[in-house]
Structure formats: C-alpha cells, structure tokens
Nanobody, 122 residues
Framework: QVQLVESGGGLVQAGGSLRLSCAAS????????MGWFRQAPGKDRECVATISWSGRFTYYADSVKGRFTISRDNAKNTVYLQMNSLKPEDAAVYYC???????????????WGQGTQVTVSS
C-alpha cells in the first residue's frame, strides 16, 4: 500500500508558475514509477507527466511539453511537478499516482492521491 498526498495547488494568473508536490508513504517509494494526472470539469482524466522509478525516463503530454517538468527525490519520497507558463486550459484537479509496472503513456496507476486544485485566471 502506498499513500500519496499532494500539495501546492492554488490560484495563479495566466503565464504564472506553480510547483506541485506529492509526498509518498508506505511501501518503498523508489520501487514505483510516478505520474501526474489531471481532470477538468466535464473532461476525462488525462496523464500529464510521468517519471520512472530511477528518474531516468520522463514522459509528457504534448499539451505541456516545454512548460512542465516532473522530477523526484527518492530520499524524500517526493515527486514534483513544476508548471510554468500556465494557461487557463491547464486548470484542473491534479492527481499524483503510482504504478509499480509501467510508466509513460502506458501507466495504469495502482495508487492515487486525493488531488489538488489548480486554477488559472486569464
């Protein structure tokens, strides 16, 4: 069992930045590929970014490439999502997720956080 707790969401103006954090507890964090997903009202949940257990491999949705950066600190059991140049269409609830088997677009998380709201004003 892995428990995930997100933080760092909030209200930001378009063009601004936010940094999301996800603290993990439970089973060995370094055994899991980690990801950030988001869900806007009336839309399906989508994968935004993932990072392999080692941190060596990352994946980004086309909509966030060049603006978002995912990283992890296995010593702190934490994964981050740095979001720059935010757009109104980035507004959503952002979820942290863990998958022990797959990363990238194939990620099918076994564990989810409770989500953190990101609001972008135009």
């Amino acid at each position: 069992q892995v428990q995930l707790v997100e933080s760092g969401g909030g209200l930001v103006q378009a063009g601004g930045s936010l940094r999301l954090s996800c603290a993990a507890s439970g089973r060995a964090f370094s055994n899991y590929h980690m990801g950030w997903f988001r869900q806007a009202p009336g839309k399906d949940r989508e994968c935004v970014a993932t990072i392999s257990w080692s941190g060596r491999f990352t994946y980004y949705a086309d909509s966030v490439k060049g603006r978002f950066t995912i990283s992890r600190d296995n010593a702190k059991n934490t994964v981050y999502l740095q979001m720059n140049s935010l757009k109104p269409e980035d507004a959503a609830v952002y979820y942290c997720a863990a998958d022990s088997t797959s990363d990238g677009a194939r990620m099918r998380p076994h564990y989810w956080g409770q989500g953190t709201q990101v609001t972008v004003s135009s």
